[in-house]
């Protein structure tokens, strides 16, 4: 039988946000909603070793339904998403897993809400669909 148990609490409760996984095992939370549909820019880094959460750097825009993409050299890749109602990016940015800081990256040729980002086994990142460019895709190549 599986069971749940309870661990830590985030420290900003938030949706529509992300969780990647990071080469070191410890997961990063990006974004999402909070109260009064604000669009967060916070990003947490849990340890499943501890079971604590701690604040990490903040991302260059609040948004909720984009992409984090962990890369071969273990920088996450936050896309696209919406930063208010109906305003969707095509932004990017990077966060550096050593440092726990974030950098903008080159924009997507379209904004993109609600599409997927897939890292490739030769470490490029294809961006596929989305609301409003459904059949479009493109790489980013780190």
């Known amino acids: 039988m599986v069971e749940w148990s309870n661990t830590s609490t985030m420290n900003y409760g938030r949706y529509y946000h992300t969780a990647s996984v990071l080469t070191n095992g410890n997961v990063l939370v990006t974004g999402g909603q909070g109260l009064a549909s604000i669009c967060l820019n916070s990003a947490e880094l849990y340890d499943p070793s501890t079971g604590a959460w701690a604040v990490t750097g903040n991302m260059t825009y609040g948004r909720r339904f984009h992409t984090a993409s962990v890369l071969t050299n273990g920088n996450v890749l936050v896309t696209g998403g919406q ?56 790489l980013y190549q780190p």
């Open 83 to 138: 930063v208010l109602s109906g305003v969707y990016v095509n932004s990017a940015e990077l966060y550096d897993s050593s440092t726990g800081a974030w950098t903008a990256t080159g924009n997507m040729n379209y904004a993109r809400v609600y599409h997927t980002a897939s890292v490739l086994t030769n470490g490029t990142v294809l961006a596929a669909g989305g609301a409003g460019v459904s059949n479009s895709t493109e």
